[in-house]
């Protein structure tokens, strides 16, 4: 039998950031976010999509 247990995770997020061979370095900024609540996610799926980010995908700025 498996047991499962209830998780203690409610938020979490995945930032980027880039050094390059010559010292420059590139923030990427937030990448993946997750929370528990649907709706918290909806929200920062919104805000990405407004200020012109596809979530879930590193591009150039």
């Known amino acids: 039998m ?3 247990a ?3 995770v409610r938020e979490t997020t995945v930032e980027a950031r880039v ?3 010559d010292g420059t ?3 990427l900024g937030t990448i993946a976010y ?3 609540s649907w709706f918290k ?3 920062w799926r919104i805000k990405q999509l407004a ?3 596809k979530p879930g995908r590193i591009t150039q700025r």
């Open 2 to 4: 498996s047991y499962f």
């Open 6 to 8: 209830a998780s203690p």
């Open 19 to 21: 050094i390059r061979a």
């Open 25 to 27: 370095v590139e923030e």
């Open 34 to 36: 997750w929370h528990r």
């Open 41 to 43: 996610r909806a929200a």
């Open 51 to 53: 200020r012109g980010r």
